[in-house]
């Protein structure tokens, strides 16, 4: 299949399985409910309400895993929730994905390093904190940092953000193979495997896998508008958008990582 394909598939996995996705809806609903009061309740209450709401999450997360554990199988029938499954697997997918955007964050340190970022943020500090000895005329204090400075600091930050974003961008991808890794050998360190991710997109093929995370990235920004639009409504706003728009997008992008999976 084509990234086309895969998209249009996944779209309609849901639809197909409409019982299935009610079921994790339902799980999502009680996920925006815990959120919500959470967000109305106080003190010791909204604590609990959000530790209870993270362990939705996990539950969650273990649903994905297993949803593209049944994609990878060939099956077309969307998972059945298994609470005890789903926490395991919810788990290895958060340890996956924290260690998958800890990598990027370390390099994007390392660079900003290299750069001098901190080295020249210092130094136009110390000029700074020097004329406010004299004014604390906020205009005097900026006219007084030399241009060639604040220059060098702009452009190394702006090298720094650059490097960083597209970093991320590939560490998100490599996260998604990832994921689908550990759906189909149950083990964190398979997933973690760079150079077994790298080989995974290879025999996808580049250009087939950055299309369908494109397509797959426009299609979740609609979503998201519309889950926005949806989330601001007073009450129950929240409660809806998790229901109907949450719980769709999870189970299409689910089914999707392990169609393009197949794909290699």
């Given amino acids: 299949m084509n990234a086309i394909d895969i998209i249009k598939k996944a779209i309609y996995y849901p639809l197909n399985n409409v019982q299935n ?30 530790v209870i709401s993270i362990l ?33 697997d919810g788990i290895k997918s958060f340890i996956l994905q924290v260690i998958y955007f800890i990598i ?22 110390d000029v700074a904190v020097t004329q406010t000895n004299t004014t604390i005329n906020s205009t005097a204090i900026l006219s007084s940092i030399p241009s060639n400075l604040t220059n060098e600091l702009f452009i190394s930050i702006a090298v720094v953000v650059i490097i960083g974003f597209i970093l991320y961008i590939i560490f998100a991808m490599f996260s998604d193979i990832g994921q689908a890794i550990l759906a189909e050998t149950g083990s964190i360190f398979a997933g973690l495997n760079i150079t077994k991710v790298v080989s995974k997109i290879n025999s996808i093929g580049w250009e087939k896998y950055i299309t369908y995370v494109v397509l ?14 949806i ?21 299409v992008t689910a089914h999707a990582t392990g169609l393009i999976y197949m794909e290699g």
């Fill in 231 to 251: 989330t601001s409504l007073p009450y129950i706003g929240r409660v809806i958008a998790s229901f109907i728009f949450e719980s769709y997008m999870l189970i």
């Fill in 104 to 125: 990027p964050g370390i390099l994007t340190f390392i660079v900003s390093l290299i750069v001098g970022v901190y080295d020249k943020l210092i130094r136009v500090l």
């Fill in 21 to 50: 996705w009610i079921l994790v809806a339902l799980i999502f609903l009680v996920k925006g409910v815990f959120e919500q009061l959470a967000l109305t309740t106080e003190g010791a209450i909204s604590g609990i309400m959000t």
């Fill in 216 to 229: 797959l990235f426009l299609l979740m920004i609609v979503f998201a508008l519309i889950s926005g639009i």
């Fill in 56 to 88: 939705i999450s996990i539950v969650i997360l273990g649903l994905v895993i297993n949803i593209i554990r049944e994609t990878i199988s060939g099956s077309n029938e969307l998972s059945l929730v298994n609470p005890q499954l789903n926490v395991i």
